[in-house]
């Protein structure tokens, strides 16, 4: 009974959220892709020519980019170890938004790439592609693109097929449990190619089901984050972290002058905090009181957000915070990990081509699904159509 019932469930809810999963799996292996794509589209700008020529200083380098800024506040440079790497600079509007102006119609910051020898920006602003996975994350978490739809409906639908992917997910292992030679691994992993039509069909569904269990159950618990407040507040209480602080859309910059800054000294307290670093990101402080915050990666980082933090008073210099990944407990290592263990670039590249696997074999679980269902209502009508045969008075 118990088999029946799960049965009856699991095949109505692959039927009805399937489609969404299929279209979230389907962006998130297109997800997967975006940053060796990014990076090719864009190499001739981020990745500096081989030319003699030592870096600026910071401070002459940060002159130099905010007096090629019109209208525009240095908010944010990227450096890395990597020489032929140019330095990343985020520039935000100094023109405040009223408070009611919708996000849509905000000032949204721009990324612009900079030499690092001569502190020229580059006309290019080496952002091609982005506007495109832009949109695909959009649909993969909110169902949208650009201005289509609402953020918070799709957010929930997004959420509740997470959720239903979990059900799917355990009940199918348990529909499809061997009877007989559970501990042959070729009853649980192989595809018999042999086989045609309905067999072939359902033994698909059901190893490519297997073989994506763990995946799906990581990415749907890791993913339900981004749908449900109340989930991701849970998870940093459970982890016993401090979850971070949202910054406000509109809210980078406003026309008062922002507090100097010695980026030299905070250079120098970088290096002395660290071995050596992978990249750094500076984020000036855009009023007074504010920190100078770096946000920096090891040489050799756990994942690509392991990041490490200093805070500095911008006006002695001295160290307010220092936080790094590896020193942090348990429960914080892994609130910080959320993303990559979402991608699958917590394990690295392999991870990455798993996890991007895994999410494009969605969308063959659902229409396999499909195919399984409308064959099973094809048969019960030929049945139906046999016994009303059957119970006509001209049959008897």
Known sequence: MLRRVLFQIHWFVGVSAGVVL?????TGALLSLEPPVVSALNRDTRTLAARDGAPLPLDDLLARVQAQAAERRVQSLQISSDPRDAIRVVLASIERAAPDA???RRPRPETRYVDPRTGQVFAERGDRGEGFFRGVLQLHRWLMLGDLGGQAVGRQIVGASTVLCIFLTLSGLYLRWPRRNRRDWRTWLAIDFTRRGRPFVWRLHAIAGTWVLLFYLLIAFTGLQWSYEWYRRGLYALAGAEMPARRGAGADGDDAPAPRVDLASAESALRAATTGFRSATFTLPQRAGEPLQIRYLDRDPAHERAFNVLSLDVASGRVLKSERYDERSAGGQLVASL????????????????????????????VTGWMLYLDRRRARRRVEGRVAVEATPAAR
Request: hydrophobic share 55%; glycine share 14%.
């Open 22 to 26: 299929a279209l979230v799996g389907a």
């Open 102 to 104: 919708p996000p849509a």
């Open 339 to 366: 993303l990559p263990l979402h991608t699958g670039s917590f394990f690295g590249l392999p991870g990455r081509i798993a996890f991007g696997l895994a999410s494009l074999a969605m969308p063959l679980l659902t």
